[in-house]
């Protein structure tokens, strides 16, 4: 399932320091939306999806480890003006207070939806869990991801529940998430230029399979395996980066450059190697893309992209987690 590009258009409050746009965007070093310190509840926000009518499949929120909603309710709605819209209610879901992880670990939650010709989506939060971090009764955001397809505009919204609202496992392989490379967890392990080079490598490596260049492929997925391999390393040398230049640290943050640039490189190198790769993206005709240097087949595979992404200290805590199972919305 592709990505819907979405933009926050309306928030009940925020934090000036956590805007709602920063929602627009997301990745490894994101702080997301909090609400205004002691905000009344509910707290809404509402997006607005740049396609206007799309097909939701999935959505997935990750939610700051302290700040947590008790209760976030699913509404959608199509239109051609915002200020006339009715939004439809598709459901509810409720997230954990997490004691268990000492408010340090993040839930990533996935919910998988029917609904057809949206062109809004409203995310209606309820009162906060009290903890002796979330000192102004406060929600927050870190990140959102929507999956779906542009919609049939003669199909209607589909409002369909499990009776009793409880988590299911999809039984239609249709509305599985198979395509990590969207997935919400992907993007807060790797920097974007990581995230867009591997989206690069995997759909070069499915043409090459598409025309049974399977040499070639073998090839690209091992370049895969290693950028996954370094990509999280990249994410935090990135980030320390970020924070030696504002500390005007510039040594550090030169050094830290130049080490990153030199991984990228190897990268990129292992690539030029590989003719069906630059055809790929010069778009032309390449009557050697069959044939590479052999010196690809002898590089060591990786594991994929973890379950678990370590994010290190800050604000946004220590780690993402998805929580077993998931919500469905027909």
């Not at 206007?52 to 199509?78: F, G, M, P, R």
């Not at 091992?222 to 390393?233: C, D, H, L, P, W």
């Not at 943050?253 to 790769?277: C, F, K, M, S």
């Amino acid at each position: 399932m592709p990505r819907l590009r979405f933009k926050v258009i309306s928030c009940s409050s925020e934090d000036p320091n956590y805007p709602s746009d920063s929602l627009n965007d997301h990745g490894p070093n994101s702080k997301g939306w909090q609400s205004s310190r002691f905000c009344e509840y509910p707290q809404e926000l509402v997006l607005e999806f740049l396609e206007k009518n799309v097909c939701i499949q999935q959505l997935q929120l990750l939610s700051h480890q302290s700040k947590i909603a008790s209760t976030i309710e699913i509404l959608t709605a199509n239109g051609e003006e915002y200020e006339l819209t009715k939004f439809q209610q598709l459901g509810h879901l409720s997230m954990d207070n997490n004691e268990r992880s000492g408010h340090r670990a993040q839930e990533l939650k996935s919910v998988f939806i029917d609904a057809n010709n949206v062109r809004w989506l409203k995310l209606k939060f309820h009162k906060c869990y009290i903890n002796r971090y979330n000192l102004y009764n406060q929600i927050g955001i870190i990140a959102i991801n929507a999956l779906g397809e542009q919609s049939n505009l003669n199909d209607s919204i589909g409002q369909k529940f499990d009776n009793n609202m409880r988590p299911l496992i999809p039984n239609n392989p249709a509305h599985r998430m198979n395509e990590k490379l969207n997935d919400l967890a992907f993007d807060i392990a790797f920097d974007k230029a990581t995230a867009d080079k591997i989206r690069s490598i995997n759909t070069a490596k499915a043409e090459c399979v598409k025309r049974e260049d399977f040499q070639a492929a073998k090839a690209l997925k091992n370049v895969e395996n290693q950028m996954k391999a370094i990509g999280v390393q990249l994410a935090k040398m990135e980030s320390q980066k970020k924070t030696a230049c504002d500390r005007e640290d510039y040594d550090t943050a030169r050094t830290l450059r130049d080490e990153i640039r030199r991984l990228r490189e190897g990268v990129d190198n292992r690539l030029e190697a590989i003719p069906a790769y630059k055809q790929f993206v010069n778009g032309g005709d390449d009557n050697d893309s069959k044939t590479f240097s052999s010196k690809n087949n002898d590089q060591p595979e990786f594991g994929g992209v973890p379950d678990v992404v370590q994010l290190g200290n800050g604000d946004a805590g220590e780690l993402v987690s998805e929580q077993n199972g998931a919500t469905k919305f027909m």
